[in-house]
């Protein structure tokens, strides 16, 4: 049964479509992020969802119920906010119980869904303390607590981790998956964060200006994007997008960067992918990750068809500790490459390496989408 269904919304602020007729489904236990770019519409569409905006068409299915018209408190949602919206003059308890209390939940009933909740998300020791007094990643548990208590069909977070520092995101992060593997309920998230996105979404949509541009796993979103949006904005660093032609080498389909140029390359493309026959001796734009060209000690396999050795000029380093990220030029176009850490590279040398052409993405300069 699908937790969540949403079927040809649109949202209309004046004269200005913010979204232009999404069509999502989430499965019962799945973890769906909306992910994109400011002012997508992703946090309208979560907004809508949660019934504090209302769409001017299409309707939302939550369980077995169509709740379009019905109003936030009577949709079995819980929300988890960017702000934490904890009340100052209350302790953490009292934050917890608050919605309990609302709802004329049984004394016993409160205290056995607090004790439970506190237990989970290790927060027992805060239960008498006051907002001012937690950190940001306590209040955070709290604010999640806070919607634990309730054990609605569907939970929905509206970035709740924007306002940490880099290590406690990385922590927080870890316990919301954590939290979502334990308890098994329906979350819908919205980030801005590509990297929260990959790393706990059983699903993804990745939305641009109004509109899913893709959705389905992560995997498929990052290797197998399904237009150059998505190409460009999955990934740190993004998919490598160059300019390239398809040419016939003796029967094999080659895609050419830079052709007839003295420093062109040629890569080679898998013999199945008939789809791109058609654009044969036609311009593409040809996409491929960076981590798929690297060191040349670093072979992608053995069939030299797929591991192919290029020398290209290093134009910039970047050290992580973990990796060298690479700027190199080929076929007069840049590269962003991915080399080991202890791999000494010269800036302006030429250097060599190894490019995995399974990994290659071909897509149609025309539409933006994918061809293979």
């Known amino acids: 049964m699908a937790a969540l269904t949403i079927r040809g919304v649109r949202k209309r602020f004046g004269t200005q479509e913010v979204l232009k007729g999404i069509d999502l489904q989430a499965d019962s236990g799945e973890f769906l992020v909306l992910v994109g770019p400011s002012g997508c519409g992703k946090s309208t569409l979560l907004a809508i969802i949660a019934g504090l905006e209302s769409a001017n068409e299409g309707e939302i299915e939550i369980g077995d119920r169509v709740v379009t018209r019905i109003p936030p408190k009577d949709r079995d949602i819980a929300m988890v906010f960017q702000s934490y919206a904890l009340y100052p003059t209350m302790t953490v308890r009292e934050n917890m119980t608050f919605g309990m209390e609302c709802r004329r939940i049984p004394k016993a009933q409160q205290a056995e869904a607090l004790d439970r909740t506190a237990k989970l998300l290790q927060i027992e020791a805060l239960l008498d303390r006051k907002p001012s007094q937690l950190s940001g990643g306590q209040r955070q548990r709290v604010a999640m607590g806070r919607a ?218 025309a539409t933006d989408r994918l061809i293979a």
């Open 148 to 365: 634990l208590v309730r054990d609605p069909l569907l939970f929905l977070f509206d970035e709740p981790l924007s306002n940490l520092d880099a290590k406690l995101r990385v922590e927080m992060r870890m316990e919301i998956k954590q939290l979502h593997r334990r308890i098994g309920s329906t979350i819908v998230y919205v980030t801005h964060d590509q990297i929260e996105a990959m790393t706990m979404a059983t699903r993804i949509a990745v939305m641009h200006q109004g509109e899913v541009q893709q959705y389905a796993d992560p995997d498929t979103i990052y290797n197998r994007p399904a237009n150059l949006f998505v190409a460009r904005f999955m990934g740190a660093p993004p998919m490598n997008t160059v300019a390239a032609r398809l040419a016939n080498d003796g029967g094999a389909l080659t895609a050419v960067i830079g052709a007839g140029r003295p420093d062109e390359i040629r890569l080679p493309l898998p013999e199945d992918v008939v789809a791109t026959r058609a654009f044969l001796d036609r311009e593409v734009v040809l996409g491929i990750r960076p981590e798929a060209i690297g060191e040349a000690e670093r072979r992608y396999g053995a069939d030299p068809r797929t591991s192919i050795a290029i020398d290209a000029p290093v134009e910039m380093t970047e050290p992580t500790g973990a990796e060298t990220i690479v700027l190199m030029r080929m076929g007069g176009q840049q590269l962003l490459g991915r080399v080991a850490p202890d791999v000494r590279l010269a800036v302006d040398q030429p250097g060599r390496f190894a490019v995995d052409t399974r990994r290659i993405c071909l897509f149609d300069p």
